[in-house]
Nanobody, 114 residues
Framework: VQLQASGGGLVQAGGSLRLSCAAS????????MGWYRQAPGKQRELVAT???????NYADSVKGRFTIFRDNGKNTVELQMNSLKPEDTAVYFC?????????WGQGTLVTVSS
């Protein structure tokens, strides 16, 4: 499975960005897709996941501001990020879980200026 993420960039605090990730290759039986992020000097952390037909899970820090979407027909997952804060600055990685394997995209940088 290959994952290609896009949509990062520079935005002012309070603004919005939408990240997109497209899966290709052996995409059948992908069960979970999601987004993680890694800020400078910090460990990678979960942002949001979507499982199967649409069960979602969010980090407490993004609940109410971020929304994850999945299009199973197109094998894409998107992350709508609203009310962005400087602490959301990080490299965002999309991920996909298929059977016992986890796949990662290359990361896209999101920078939120104050």
């Amino acid at each position: 499975v290959q994952l290609q993420a896009s949509g990062g960039g520079l935005v002012q605090a309070g603004g919005s960005l939408r990240l997109s990730c497209a899966a290709s290759g052996s995409t059948s039986s992908i069960n979970v897709m999601g987004w993680y992020r890694q800020a400078p000097g910090k460990q990678r952390e979960l942002v949001a996941t979507i499982i199967g037909a649409g069960r979602t899970n969010y980090a407490d820090s993004v609940k109410g501001r971020f929304t994850i979407f999945r299009d199973n027909g197109k094998n894409t997952v998107e992350l709508q990020m609203n009310s962005l804060k400087p602490e959301d600055t990080a490299v965002y990685f999309c991920s996909a879980g298929r059977y016992t394997a986890i796949y990662w995209g290359q990361g896209t940088l999101v920078t939120v200026s104050s």
